[in-house]
């Protein structure tokens, strides 16, 4: 019988943070490939990670997995679902980046948190805490103000939140772990993406060959930037509570929020940030109730077993 290792949770912390901290410098990625097309990056990012994930799953043996996933239909159906999911999200925010709306796009990542709660009362039958429901209505709020007063929808926003979370409710709920369920998903794009790719560079139309040295590597590389965060988050929810990751998740739409204001040099029209104060008023009621239930249950537990 294999030794009890108990909890890392120096290195889950840092593995969480690097991973968040790779998720929001991403921006400064894909504007440095801002000359090409951001679909044509999205189509790289897909193409680079198979070639990423299937030494990585070899390595450390889970290909067989994978393989073995492959022959469940409802599993295949699934991830053929979250692999568009997913890549909807991907391409929308690498063109959010090329048309100069990473402040939007920022928004999109903090609604995340609270459309998981919503989306999981529905689907996964969790129940909410009163001040989570008051963390949704106040979110809701600030953006329908945006909509009714100025006349203004910020659909990247909600697209990017939407879409990023039903990926998460499906994947949550799929009998694959993560990695083999992102290489699953990568195959099944695969030969449809390395087609469109060799057919843009036959007709002159991709811009791969005629990048720069430095382009090219960015694009390759892609592959990695893509998988890298992924596999640190992995390691950091099995070694930490699942409140500390949800807290320091925040850290990614932050950094992409500060990068588009203060190196991208965007703008914040006063109506945006409304929205914004009212998602983090809302954000702050909803990190607060679910870390005073979690103390709660523990001092329950705890009293449990004296």
């Known amino acids: 019988m294999p030794s009890y290792q108990p909890p890392k949770p120096f290195s889950g912390l840092t593995a969480g943070l690097t991973a968040f901290a790779l998720w929001g410098l991403l921006v400064l990625y894909w504007d440095a490939l801002a000359v090409i097309p951001p679909f044509e990056i999205l189509l790289h990012r897909i193409f680079?990670?198979?070639?990423?994930?299937?030494?990585?799953?070899?390595?450390?043996?889970?290909?067989?997995?994978?393989?073995?996933?492959?022959?469940?239909?409802?599993?295949?159906?699934?991830?053929?679902?979250?692999?568009?999911?997913?890549?909807?999200?991907?391409?929308?925010?690498?063109?959010?980046?090329?048309?100069?709306?990473?402040?939007?796009?920022s928004l999109g990542y903090f609604i995340n948190p609270l459309l998981n709660v919503l989306l999981a009362f529905?689907?996964?039958?969790?129940r909410l805490l009163p001040l989570q429901w008051l963390a949704i209505a106040i979110a809701a709020a600030g953006v329908l103000y945006t909509l009714l007063l100025y006349g203004s929808f910020p659909w990247l926003a909600l697209v990017l939140a939407s879409s990023f979370s039903l990926y998460g409710i499906l994947r949550k709920t799929a009998a694959i772990d993560a990695t083999p369920g992102l290489f699953l998903e990568t195959c099944l794009l695969f030969v449809p993406v390395a087609t469109y790719l060799v057919w843009l560079e036959s007709t002159g139309q991709g811009h791969f060959f005629s990048?720069?040295?430095?382009?090219?590597?960015?694009?390759?590389?892609?592959?990695?930037?893509?998988?890298?965060?992924?596999?640190?988050?992995?390691?950091?929810?099995?070694?930490?509570?699942?409140?500390?990751?949800?807290?320091?998740?925040?850290?990614?739409?932050?950094?992409?929020?500060?990068?588009?204001l203060f190196f991208l040099q965007e703008s914040l029209p006063f109506e945006t940030l409304i929205t914004f104060i009212c998602i983090w008023i809302a954000l702050f009621l909803y990190s607060w109730s679910s870390w005073h239930a979690l103390k709660h249950h523990e001092n329950v537990v705890y009293s449990q077993k004296k």
């Open 211 to 260: 990048a720069s040295p430095t382009e090219q590597f960015l694009l390759i590389a892609s592959g990695i930037a893509t998988a890298t965060p992924l596999l640190l988050f992995t390691y950091a929810s099995r070694h930490l509570h699942y409140s500390t990751l949800g807290l320091i998740q925040y850290l990614s739409p932050t950094m992409t929020l500060l990068i588009g």
């Open 48 to 105: 680079w990670s198979f070639f990423f994930l299937l030494p990585f799953l070899l390595f450390t043996k889970r290909l067989p997995a994978a393989i073995t996933a492959c022959h469940t239909k409802a599993i295949v159906l699934r991830l053929f679902t979250t692999a568009l999911l997913i890549s909807l999200n991907w391409g929308l925010f690498i063109w959010g980046v090329s048309t100069h709306r990473v402040v939007e796009a």
């Open 122 to 126: 529905f689907f996964l039958r969790e």
